[in-house]
C-alpha cells in the first residue's frame, strides 16, 4: 500500500496560501459573464490510491473554459495521426497570448503553433466539425463527461456571452480561411458556435481530478474504462508539459514542474504518471490567463511533496 501523501493538513495548508493570495489577479472580463463569478471560491481536489479527496469550494461550477482543448486534441487523435494533425496545428510552445493575432500571423506555414491557443483550438473544432457534422457538440460534451466522471452540461449564458464578445476569435478563424488554412466553405459560425459551447461546459475541480486522474493513468479511468490510449494520454501529457499553461509554460515547469491545462474560468487541471489526480481552481488570474493562487496552491504542492518530474 503506498503512504497517502495528500494528508489533510498537507491540503489545508495548501488551501489557506491559495486564500492568501485570492486578491492578487483579476477575473477574466473579456467575456462578460464569467466577470459575475464569485471570486472567492478556491479549491483543490484530489485522487489518490482510487479515493478523491477535496478541501474549499470543490462542488462549486465554474466554466472548463480552455482544459477542455485538450479534450478536443483527444477527440482529433482518435480520427487522425498527429504527423496529419500538424499540418494544421503545430505541437510548438506559444510566445504570445493565448488569443494572438500576431503569433498566428508570424508561425512557420500560418499555422497555430499548437492545439491548446484558441486560433489551435478553433482549427481543431473545424476539423471535428468536418467529422461530425451538427453531431460534434453533442460528441465532444459525451467525452467530455467521460474525462470528467460524471455526465455534464454547459453554460448557455456563457456560451452567448462568449459569442457576443467573440471580436479575437473571429479575426482568428478569418486570418485561417484567409490563408486557406480552413476551406472556403467551412462553417465558420457552427464552428465558432461548438467552440464557445465547449469552452462553457460546467466543470468542478472533482471532476477535473477525475481527468487529471485519466491523463495520469494512462487513458483509464477510475472505473478501470479506457477513456484514450496510454499513447494519446502520452501526447496529452506532453502538450500539457509544453503549451498547458501558453506563454507561461517555461515558469510554471520551474514552479510545479507537472504537465498542466489552465483556462480563463480558474480551473487548473495536472497530469503525471502517478496514478494519481490533482486539480484546483480559484477564479483571479495572473496576466497570462492561468489562475493566481492555483499556481501557488500547485507550487507549494509540489515542492512540499516532491511532485516536479523535472
Ligand atoms: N473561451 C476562451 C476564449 O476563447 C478560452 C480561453 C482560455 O481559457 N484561455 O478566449
Avoid: W
Avoid at 467552440?195 to 486522474?213: D, G, Q, R
Avoid at 514552479?255 to 481552481?281: D, E, F, H, M, Q
Avoid at 496576466?287 to 523535472?310: T, W
Wanted: proline share 3%.
Amino acid at each position: 500500500m503506498r503512504t497517502i501523501i495528500y494528508t489533510d493538513e498537507i491540503l489545508e495548508e495548501a488551501l489557506n496560501l491559495g486564500r492568501k493570495y485570492l486578491h492578487e489577479g483579476a477575473v477574466a472580463d473579456y467575456i462578460p459573464e464569467l466577470a459575475k463569478v464569485n471570486a472567492n471560491k478556491v479549491a483543490i481536489s484530489v485522487i489518490e490510491d482510487g479515493n478523491l479527496k477535496s478541501i474549499g469550494d470543490s462542488k462549486v461550477r465554474f466554466s472548463i473554459q480552455s482544459i477542455v482543448k485538450v479534450i478536443l486534441y483527444s477527440l482529433a487523435m482518435k480520427n487522425y495521426k498527429v504527423a496529419e494533425l500538424k499540418k494544421y496545428v503545430g505541437v510548438r510552445p506559444s510566445a504570445k497570448p493565448f488569443n494572438s493575432v500576431i503569433e498566428l500571423e508570424l508561425s512557420e506555414k500560418r499555422i497555430p503553433v499548437n492545439p491548446f491557443i484558441n486560433a489551435g483550438a478553433i482549427i481543431i473544432v473545424a476539423i471535428l466539425y468536418n467529422v461530425y457534422r451538427e453531431k460534434t457538440f453533442d460528441v465532444i460534451l459525451e467525452k467530455t463527461s467521460e474525462f470528467l466522471g460524471e455526465e455534464v452540461d454547459y453554460s448557455r449564458e456563457i456560451a452567448q456571452s462568449e459569442k457576443e464578445s467573440s471580436f479575437t476569435n473571429r479575426t482568428l478563424i478569418y486570418l485561417m480561411l484567409a490563408k486557406g488554412l480552413l476551406p472556403s466553405d467551412t462553417k465558420v459560425e457552427e464552428v465558432l458556435d461548438t467552440y464557445f459551447k465547449a469552452c462553457s461546459i460546467l466543470v468542478n475541480t472533482e471532476n477535473l481530478a477525475h481527468m487529471s486522474y485519466v491523463i495520469s493513468n494512462d487513458g483509464i479511468d477510475l472505473e478501470g474504462k479506457e477513456i484514450i490510449t496510454p499513447r494519446e494520454a502520452r501526447v496529452l501529457r506532453s502538450l500539457m508539459a509544453t503549451c498547458g499553461t501558453y506563454d507561461y509554460s517555461g515558469d510554471f515547469a520551474i514552479r510545479v514542474g507537472l504537465p498542466a491545462k489552465s483556462g480563463v474560468g480558474g480551473g487548473i487541471v495536472t497530469a503525471s504518471k502517478n496514478k494519481t489526480g490533482l486539480a484546483v481552481y480559484a477564479p483571479r488570474l495572473d496576466k497570462h490567463g492561468n489562475s493566481y493562487s492555483g499556481v501557488r496552491m500547485l507550487e507549494f504542492l509540489s515542492n512540499e511533496l516532491d511532485l516536479s518530474i523535472y
